[in-house]
Protein backbone atom coordinates (compact mmCIF):
# COMPACT_ATOMS: atom_id res chain seq x y z
CA UNK A 1 0.00 0.00 0.00
CA UNK A 2 1.66 3.63 -0.91
CA UNK A 3 2.24 5.63 2.17
CA UNK A 4 0.22 8.42 1.22
CA UNK A 5 -2.81 6.02 1.00
CA UNK A 6 -2.72 4.80 4.56
CA UNK A 7 -1.62 6.92 8.40
CA UNK A 8 0.29 4.94 10.62
CA UNK A 9 -0.07 5.84 13.98
CA UNK A 10 1.29 2.65 16.28
CA UNK A 11 5.37 3.62 16.67
CA UNK A 12 5.61 2.68 19.76
CA UNK A 13 4.64 -0.90 18.18
CA UNK A 14 7.28 -0.74 15.77
CA UNK A 15 8.77 2.04 13.19
CA UNK A 16 9.29 2.00 9.48
CA UNK A 17 13.21 1.40 8.91
CA UNK A 18 14.43 4.40 7.18
CA UNK A 19 16.16 4.19 3.67
CA UNK A 20 19.77 4.67 5.22
CA UNK A 21 19.71 1.78 7.62
CA UNK A 22 17.79 -0.66 5.07
CA UNK A 23 20.80 0.50 2.49
CA UNK A 24 23.31 -0.42 5.61
CA UNK A 25 21.54 -3.59 6.05
CA UNK A 26 21.75 -4.49 2.28
CA UNK A 27 25.52 -3.55 2.20
CA UNK A 28 26.12 -6.02 4.76
CA UNK A 29 24.22 -8.73 3.57
CA UNK A 30 25.70 -8.36 0.03
CA UNK A 31 29.26 -6.65 0.07
CA UNK A 32 30.73 -6.87 3.99
CA UNK A 33 28.97 -10.52 4.32
CA UNK A 34 32.24 -12.29 6.19
CA UNK A 35 31.33 -14.23 10.46
CA UNK A 36 33.22 -11.32 12.50
CA UNK A 37 34.85 -13.85 14.41
CA UNK A 38 36.86 -14.80 11.44
CA UNK A 39 40.32 -14.01 10.73
CA UNK A 40 40.57 -13.23 6.99
CA UNK A 41 39.96 -9.70 5.67
CA UNK A 42 36.04 -10.17 5.05
CA UNK A 43 35.44 -11.31 8.81
CA UNK A 44 37.45 -8.19 9.77
CA UNK A 45 35.81 -6.05 7.52
CA UNK A 46 32.27 -7.09 9.09
CA UNK A 47 34.19 -6.65 12.92
CA UNK A 48 35.00 -3.49 11.80
CA UNK A 49 30.50 -2.70 11.14
CA UNK A 50 29.66 -3.99 14.56
CA UNK A 51 32.39 -2.30 16.51
CA UNK A 52 31.33 1.01 14.43
CA UNK A 53 27.68 0.17 15.37
CA UNK A 54 28.80 -0.29 19.02
CA UNK A 55 30.69 2.88 19.48
CA UNK A 56 27.85 4.89 17.56
CA UNK A 57 25.54 3.62 20.49
CA UNK A 58 27.48 4.28 23.09
CA UNK A 59 28.48 7.61 22.36
CA UNK A 60 24.60 7.82 22.14
CA UNK A 61 23.43 6.63 25.58
CA UNK A 62 26.17 8.93 26.85
CA UNK A 63 28.95 7.06 28.26
CA UNK A 64 31.78 5.99 25.15
CA UNK A 65 33.67 4.06 27.88
CA UNK A 66 30.74 1.67 28.32
CA UNK A 67 30.28 -1.80 26.89
CA UNK A 68 27.37 -2.63 24.70
CA UNK A 69 26.39 -6.61 23.34
CA UNK A 70 24.35 -6.85 20.48
CA UNK A 71 21.25 -9.45 21.42
CA UNK A 72 18.15 -10.04 19.00
CA UNK A 73 16.11 -7.50 20.96
CA UNK A 74 14.80 -5.74 24.40
CA UNK A 75 13.33 -8.60 25.22
CA UNK A 76 16.70 -10.73 25.07
CA UNK A 77 18.90 -7.57 26.57
CA UNK A 78 16.35 -7.37 29.58
CA UNK A 79 15.79 -11.13 30.44
CA UNK A 80 19.92 -10.95 30.16
CA UNK A 81 20.23 -8.26 32.38
CA UNK A 82 17.38 -8.75 35.04
CA UNK A 83 18.65 -12.57 35.47
CA UNK A 84 22.39 -12.08 34.50
CA UNK A 85 22.86 -9.62 36.78
CA UNK A 86 20.82 -10.99 40.13
CA UNK A 87 22.78 -13.90 39.27
CA UNK A 88 26.06 -12.17 39.59
CA UNK A 89 25.44 -9.53 42.24
CA UNK A 90 22.32 -11.55 44.47
CA UNK A 91 24.67 -14.45 46.08
CA UNK A 92 24.72 -12.80 49.85
CA UNK A 93 21.95 -10.13 48.82
CA UNK A 94 18.29 -11.91 47.64
CA UNK A 95 16.35 -8.42 47.37
CA UNK A 96 15.30 -7.40 44.00
CA UNK A 97 12.89 -4.29 43.31
CA UNK A 98 10.92 -3.62 39.91
CA UNK A 99 7.49 -1.85 39.66
CA UNK A 100 4.01 -3.38 38.68
CA UNK A 101 4.01 -1.50 34.90
CA UNK A 102 6.81 -2.49 33.09
CA UNK A 103 7.47 -4.65 30.12
CA UNK A 104 6.85 -8.47 30.30
CA UNK A 105 9.89 -9.03 29.34
CA UNK A 106 11.33 -7.08 32.90
CA UNK A 107 8.56 -8.37 34.78
CA UNK A 108 8.51 -11.64 34.04
CA UNK A 109 12.00 -11.94 34.32
CA UNK A 110 11.47 -11.13 37.62
CA UNK A 111 8.63 -14.34 37.99
CA UNK A 112 11.63 -16.05 37.29
CA UNK A 113 13.89 -15.04 39.90
CA UNK A 114 11.22 -15.06 42.68
CA UNK A 115 10.90 -18.77 41.13
CA UNK A 116 15.14 -19.12 42.34
CA UNK A 117 14.17 -17.86 46.19
CA UNK A 118 14.77 -14.43 45.29
CA UNK A 119 12.48 -11.81 47.82
CA UNK A 120 10.81 -9.55 44.92
CA UNK A 121 9.85 -6.23 46.07
CA UNK A 122 7.14 -4.88 43.28
CA UNK A 123 5.81 -1.19 43.16
CA UNK A 124 2.35 -0.29 42.54
CA UNK A 125 1.82 3.41 41.46
CA UNK A 126 0.11 5.65 44.34
CA UNK A 127 -3.50 6.46 44.08
CA UNK A 128 -3.17 8.79 41.28
CA UNK A 129 -1.21 6.51 39.38
CA UNK A 130 2.41 8.04 40.33
CA UNK A 131 5.27 5.76 40.89
CA UNK A 132 7.25 8.96 43.15
CA UNK A 133 11.35 9.09 43.48
CA UNK A 134 10.61 8.82 47.11
CA UNK A 135 8.69 5.35 46.15
CA UNK A 136 11.49 3.94 44.56
CA UNK A 137 14.21 4.94 47.05
CA UNK A 138 11.95 3.79 49.95
CA UNK A 139 11.74 0.47 48.73
CA UNK A 140 15.52 -0.28 48.33
CA UNK A 141 17.43 -1.26 51.14
CA UNK A 142 21.38 -2.66 52.39
CA UNK A 143 19.74 -6.34 51.06
CA UNK A 144 18.70 -5.14 47.71
CA UNK A 145 20.98 -6.20 44.84
CA UNK A 146 19.12 -4.71 42.00
CA UNK A 147 16.34 -2.36 41.04
CA UNK A 148 14.79 -2.17 37.67
CA UNK A 149 12.35 0.58 36.57
CA UNK A 150 11.56 1.59 33.01
CA UNK A 151 12.42 5.35 31.59
CA UNK A 152 8.78 5.76 29.77
CA UNK A 153 6.15 3.49 29.83
CA UNK A 154 4.97 1.72 26.59
CA UNK A 155 1.42 2.05 26.68
CA UNK A 156 0.34 5.54 28.50
CA UNK A 157 4.02 6.97 27.93
CA UNK A 158 4.51 8.45 31.71
CA UNK A 159 8.03 8.81 32.79
CA UNK A 160 9.38 7.52 35.83
CA UNK A 161 11.48 9.64 37.85
CA UNK A 162 14.08 7.24 37.88
CA UNK A 163 17.21 9.97 37.19
CA UNK A 164 16.71 11.38 40.86
CA UNK A 165 15.74 8.18 42.31
CA UNK A 166 18.80 5.90 41.49
CA UNK A 167 21.44 8.92 42.27
CA UNK A 168 20.09 8.85 45.93
CA UNK A 169 19.66 4.90 45.49
CA UNK A 170 23.27 5.12 44.17
CA UNK A 171 24.17 7.62 46.90
CA UNK A 172 23.10 5.47 49.64
CA UNK A 173 23.84 2.25 48.85
CA UNK A 174 26.30 2.32 45.86
CA UNK A 175 26.18 -1.74 45.19
CA UNK A 176 22.57 -2.07 44.54
CA UNK A 177 23.08 -2.31 40.79
CA UNK A 178 20.51 0.34 38.95
CA UNK A 179 18.80 -1.09 35.21
CA UNK A 180 16.18 0.52 32.95
CA UNK A 181 14.09 -0.68 30.34
CA UNK A 182 15.24 2.50 27.78
CA UNK A 183 13.58 1.38 24.80
CA UNK A 184 10.63 4.11 24.68
CA UNK A 185 12.81 7.22 25.54
CA UNK A 186 16.25 6.42 23.54
CA UNK A 187 16.93 8.71 20.89
CA UNK A 188 13.47 10.13 21.47
CA UNK A 189 14.01 11.99 25.16
CA UNK A 190 17.31 13.84 25.88
CA UNK A 191 19.10 11.76 28.50
CA UNK A 192 21.85 9.40 29.00
CA UNK A 193 22.79 6.65 30.85
CA UNK A 194 24.87 8.76 33.41
CA UNK A 195 22.38 11.53 34.30
CA UNK A 196 19.77 8.45 34.65
CA UNK A 197 22.93 6.72 37.02
CA UNK A 198 21.99 3.59 35.25
CA UNK A 199 24.68 0.42 35.49
CA UNK A 200 22.64 -1.45 32.84
CA UNK A 201 20.21 -0.50 29.68
CA UNK A 202 18.04 -1.88 27.32
CA UNK A 203 16.95 -0.58 24.24
CA UNK A 204 15.45 -2.09 20.92
CA UNK A 205 16.25 -1.29 17.21
CA UNK A 206 12.86 -1.38 15.50
CA UNK A 207 11.46 1.58 17.67
CA UNK A 208 14.03 4.28 16.09
CA UNK A 209 13.77 3.20 12.46
CA UNK A 210 16.07 0.65 12.69
CA UNK A 211 15.10 -3.25 11.67
CA UNK A 212 13.31 -5.90 14.05
CA UNK A 213 15.52 -8.74 15.32
CA UNK A 214 18.00 -6.11 16.90
CA UNK A 215 18.42 -4.58 20.36
CA UNK A 216 21.00 -3.84 22.88
CA UNK A 217 22.42 -4.48 26.29
CA UNK A 218 24.39 -1.16 27.84
CA UNK A 219 27.09 -2.33 30.74
CA UNK A 220 28.71 0.47 32.93
CA UNK A 221 32.72 -0.28 33.04
CA UNK A 222 32.92 -2.18 35.60
CA UNK A 223 29.63 -4.09 35.65
CA UNK A 224 30.08 -8.08 35.48
CA UNK A 225 27.20 -10.20 34.33
CA UNK A 226 26.24 -14.17 34.13
CA UNK A 227 25.75 -15.11 30.69
CA UNK A 228 22.37 -15.98 29.18
CA UNK A 229 23.35 -17.41 26.35
CA UNK A 230 26.46 -19.67 25.96
CA UNK A 231 28.47 -21.33 23.14
CA UNK A 232 31.47 -19.22 21.21
CA UNK A 233 32.20 -16.65 23.34
CA UNK A 234 30.65 -13.60 21.03
CA UNK A 235 30.23 -10.25 22.46
CA UNK A 236 33.18 -10.66 25.20
CA UNK A 237 31.53 -13.59 26.33
CA UNK A 238 29.09 -12.58 27.54
CA UNK A 239 26.71 -13.27 24.74
CA UNK A 240 27.26 -16.05 22.25
CA UNK A 241 26.15 -16.60 18.95
CA UNK A 242 27.46 -15.10 15.42
CA UNK A 243 26.27 -11.29 15.62
CA UNK A 244 23.56 -10.23 13.04
CA UNK A 245 25.78 -7.76 11.28
CA UNK A 246 23.48 -6.26 8.66
CA UNK A 247 21.03 -5.34 11.58
CA UNK A 248 23.69 -4.25 13.54
CA UNK A 249 25.05 -2.03 10.91
CA UNK A 250 21.33 -1.02 10.09
CA UNK A 251 21.04 -0.19 13.86
CA UNK A 252 24.43 2.29 14.17
CA UNK A 253 23.24 3.74 10.85
CA UNK A 254 20.09 4.87 12.49
CA UNK A 255 21.50 6.08 15.77
CA UNK A 256 24.21 7.69 13.73
CA UNK A 257 21.71 9.70 11.78
CA UNK A 258 18.63 10.64 14.38
CA UNK A 259 21.56 11.30 17.73
CA UNK A 260 22.13 14.74 16.04
CA UNK A 261 18.19 15.33 15.94
CA UNK A 262 16.32 14.40 19.27
CA UNK A 263 15.59 17.38 20.18
CA UNK A 264 14.00 18.66 17.19
CA UNK A 265 11.92 14.94 16.73
CA UNK A 266 11.11 15.73 20.18
CA UNK A 267 9.69 19.55 19.87
CA UNK A 268 8.08 17.77 16.52
CA UNK A 269 6.69 14.78 18.57
CA UNK A 270 5.30 17.62 21.67
CA UNK A 271 3.85 19.84 18.65
CA UNK A 272 1.87 16.61 17.03
CA UNK A 273 0.51 15.32 20.39
CA UNK A 274 -0.62 18.35 21.34
CA UNK A 275 -2.33 18.96 18.37
CA UNK A 276 -4.01 15.10 18.70
CA UNK A 277 -5.19 16.17 22.66
CA UNK A 278 -7.33 19.10 20.89
CA UNK A 279 -8.36 17.65 17.66
CA UNK A 280 -9.35 14.10 19.51
CA UNK A 281 -10.95 16.13 22.18
CA UNK A 282 -13.09 17.68 19.88
CA UNK A 283 -14.64 14.42 18.61
CA UNK A 284 -15.44 13.04 22.08
CA UNK A 285 -12.69 11.04 22.82
CA UNK A 286 -11.06 11.34 26.56
CA UNK A 287 -7.17 11.82 27.00
CA UNK A 288 -5.68 9.38 29.36
CA UNK A 289 -2.16 10.26 28.94
CA UNK A 290 -1.06 12.90 31.45
CA UNK A 291 0.31 15.97 30.28
CA UNK A 292 3.47 15.57 31.75
CA UNK A 293 4.29 11.97 29.89
CA UNK A 294 6.57 11.22 26.45
CA UNK A 295 4.99 13.40 23.71
CA UNK A 296 5.81 10.12 21.54
CA UNK A 297 2.86 7.94 23.12
CA UNK A 298 -0.97 9.32 23.92
CA UNK A 299 -3.43 7.11 25.15
CA UNK A 300 -7.07 7.85 24.77
CA UNK A 301 -10.63 6.40 24.74
CA UNK A 302 -13.80 6.71 23.35
CA UNK A 303 -16.60 5.76 25.74
CA UNK A 304 -18.91 3.27 24.58
CA UNK A 305 -17.16 1.79 21.91
CA UNK A 306 -14.72 -1.65 22.34
CA UNK A 307 -10.92 -0.95 21.95
CA UNK A 308 -10.92 -3.78 19.33
CA UNK A 309 -14.14 -2.61 17.31
CA UNK A 310 -12.47 0.39 16.99
CA UNK A 311 -9.04 -0.66 15.75
CA UNK A 312 -10.62 -2.59 12.81
CA UNK A 313 -12.85 -0.14 11.92
CA UNK A 314 -10.22 2.11 11.46
CA UNK A 315 -8.35 -0.15 9.96
CA UNK A 316 -10.67 0.34 7.30
CA UNK A 317 -9.88 3.73 6.86
CA UNK A 318 -6.40 3.02 6.70
CA UNK A 319 -5.91 4.36 10.28
CA UNK A 320 -3.45 2.06 12.00
CA UNK A 321 -3.28 2.59 15.86
CA UNK A 322 -2.92 -0.14 18.90
CA UNK A 323 -5.61 -1.21 21.11
CA UNK A 324 -3.39 -1.05 23.61
CA UNK A 325 0.96 -2.80 23.97
CA UNK A 326 1.71 -4.95 20.93
CA UNK A 327 2.83 -7.61 22.93
CA UNK A 328 -0.34 -7.98 24.96
CA UNK A 329 -1.73 -9.50 22.21
CA UNK A 330 -5.20 -7.87 22.55
CA UNK A 331 -5.47 -9.02 26.21
CA UNK A 332 -7.19 -6.81 28.55
CA UNK A 333 -3.72 -3.89 30.29
CA UNK A 334 -2.92 -5.08 33.55
CA UNK A 335 -1.03 -2.12 33.38
CA UNK A 336 -3.51 0.75 32.71
CA UNK A 337 -5.54 -0.92 35.67
CA UNK A 338 -2.21 -0.26 37.90
CA UNK A 339 -2.01 3.24 36.77
CA UNK A 340 -5.63 3.87 37.47
CA UNK A 341 -7.33 3.96 34.11
CA UNK A 342 -11.03 4.64 34.94
CA UNK A 343 -12.79 0.85 34.97
CA UNK A 344 -15.01 1.87 32.85
CA UNK A 345 -12.43 3.16 30.07
CA UNK A 346 -10.55 -0.22 30.12
CA UNK A 347 -12.33 -1.41 26.97
CA UNK A 348 -12.22 1.58 25.35
CA UNK A 349 -8.45 2.49 25.14
CA UNK A 350 -6.62 3.51 21.69
CA UNK A 351 -2.38 4.27 22.03
CA UNK A 352 -1.70 6.83 19.34
CA UNK A 353 2.09 7.27 18.88
CA UNK A 354 4.24 8.91 17.20
CA UNK A 355 7.94 9.39 15.22
CA UNK A 356 9.89 11.66 13.03
CA UNK A 357 7.89 10.66 10.09
CA UNK A 358 4.71 11.17 11.47
CA UNK A 359 2.79 13.92 10.47
CA UNK A 360 -0.78 15.81 11.25
CA UNK A 361 -2.72 14.89 8.14
CA UNK A 362 -2.58 11.15 10.21
CA UNK A 363 -4.29 12.76 13.45
CA UNK A 364 -6.89 14.11 10.87
CA UNK A 365 -7.37 11.15 9.43
CA UNK A 366 -7.77 9.11 12.89
CA UNK A 367 -10.26 12.12 13.98
CA UNK A 368 -12.05 11.95 10.58
CA UNK A 369 -11.65 7.84 11.44
CA UNK A 370 -13.07 7.74 14.99
CA UNK A 371 -16.40 9.98 13.77
CA UNK A 372 -16.95 7.26 10.85
CA UNK A 373 -16.28 4.76 13.42
CA UNK A 374 -19.23 6.29 15.77
CA UNK A 375 -21.51 6.64 12.53
CA UNK A 376 -21.46 2.85 11.10
CA UNK A 377 -21.54 1.44 14.91
CA UNK A 378 -24.71 3.50 15.61
CA UNK A 379 -25.99 2.41 12.19
CA UNK A 380 -25.61 -1.30 13.35
CA UNK A 381 -27.09 -0.38 16.92
CA UNK A 382 -29.95 0.70 15.07
Avoid: W
Wanted: some cysteine.
Amino acid sequence: MPEEAFSYLDNASTTKVMPEAAEAAYQAMTQIYGNPSSLHSMGLAAQRLVTHSRNRILAALGDPSGRLLFTSGATEANNTAVLGLAAKYGVRKKRVVTTTIEHPSVSMAFNRLEELGYEVVRLSPNSVGEITEDMLVSAVDSKTCLISAMLVNNETGCILPIAGAFMKIKRKYPDCITHSDLVQGFLKLPTSVKTLCLDSASVSGHKFHAPKGVGALYLKKGIRLSPLLVGGGQEQGLRSGTEAVPCIHAMGRAVELQSPTIEKRYEHALSLNEYARKSLTAVGAVILSRADASPYILSIALPGYKSETLLHSLEEDGVYVSSGSACSKGKKSAVLTELKTKGSYIDNVLRISFSGMSRQEDIDALAKGLIRCSERLARIRN
